[in-house]
């Protein structure tokens, strides 16, 4: 099977409540709104690859519970291949989102006694991929099939969204190290001095600030690109986003800073709705944003 992007991690079933305002202790509140869809970085990496018209698949766990099988059937909908799931009796992680009218957002995740799985626990030899995607959840599986292809030529991008065991472990293995502001202030305290220390692990690091923007560095070259201006509903999967067309892109000839605003232009589009999976961009809906950027 010849895929674009392969991701790798965490995938979950996501509760989005809206919310007028976030619960203060031991208030009770009645959300405005509900909707339930598949969620998780690599998971979501892996619909927004799909639906930019790109062949992705995603590797990792999905219980065998009722919001693994529906988190499934959409991975199956949106057309990633999905031989490469594992199924079991431990739950699918779940996570409850708050999400106010401004787009501000509260999270509560749970995984139960759901543990991250073995090294060997997926046989990827019938996988052949352009790029691999990782967001640091399945660190075995993900070190030892980076370990594995290191003579195949494959480029290799790490969604580090928060300083933990999987991401401490891959970040300095990958061709693209793209962190959150939070990670990058975990790591190194502030912005500025996580840039260049994160260049000392990776040969290409770009951080996402949010509505701020990003910025980058590649060997002596840096820089920093603005945040594509809309109306945010929920910031929910916009990080996801932003790394699936990342991955995509790194797929085709664009050059550095058309990839960046392509991915720029995937998460800004996926907070203007409610839900992560409901805000994943096609290819038109990112041309449009960039089109009324110009």
Same mark, same amino acid.
């Given at each position: 099977m010849n895929i674009d992007v392969l991701c790798v991690g965490h995938a979950s079933y996501d509760l989005i409540f809206s919310i007028d305002h976030h619960p203060k202790v031991d208030e009770k509140i009645s959300a405005? %709104?509900? !909707? %339930?869809?598949g969620g %998780? *970085? +690599?998971a979501n990496a892996a619909i927004t690859v799909a639906k930019l018209g790109f062949k992705a698949a995603y590797a990792g766990y999905l219980g065998l519970d009722i919001y693994g099988e529906r988190h499934y059937q959409e991975l199956l909908a949106t057309g990633v291949y999905s031989d490469l799931i594992v199924r079991g009796n431990s739950p699918t992680p779940l @996570?409850?989102?708050? !999400?106010? *009218?401004?787009g501000q957002r509260a999270l509560i995740n749970y995984k139960g006694e759901t543990k991250a799985l073995s090294a060997e626990a997926i046989d990827f030899s019938p996988i052949s991929a352009k790029v691999f995607l990782f967001d640091g959840h399945e660190p075995q599986l @993900? @070190? +030892?099939l980076l370990e594995s292809s290191q003579d195949k030529s494959i480029i290799s991008v790490l969604d580090a969204g928060s300083l933990h065991q999987g991401t401490l472990a891959l970040m300095d293995k990958v061709d693209y190290l793209v962190c959150s502001e939070k990670f990058a202030i975990q790591y190194a305290g502030t912005i500025e001095t996580a840039l260049h220390r994160l260049a000392e692990a990776s040969p290409n690091v770009v951080i996402t600030l949010g509505e701020n923007g990003l910025i980058w560095k590649r060997g002596q070259?840096? %820089?920093a690109l603005s945040a594509f201006s809309v109306n945010c509903v929920d910031s929910t999967g916009a990080g996801d986003a932003f790394h699936g067309a990342f991955a995509a892109a790194l797929c085709t000839e664009m050059s550095w800073l058309d990839m960046l605003r392509y991915a720029s232009a995937a998460g800004a589009w996926c907070c203007t709705k409610i839900g992560a999976r409901t805000g994943i961009p096609n290819h038109q809906d990112i041309q449009v944003l960039l089109k009324s950027a110009l």
């Open positions: 405005t %709104g509900f !909707v %339930g869809m %998780g *970085p +690599a @996570s409850t989102v708050l !999400v106010k *009218p401004d @993900s @070190s +030892a070259e840096q %820089g």
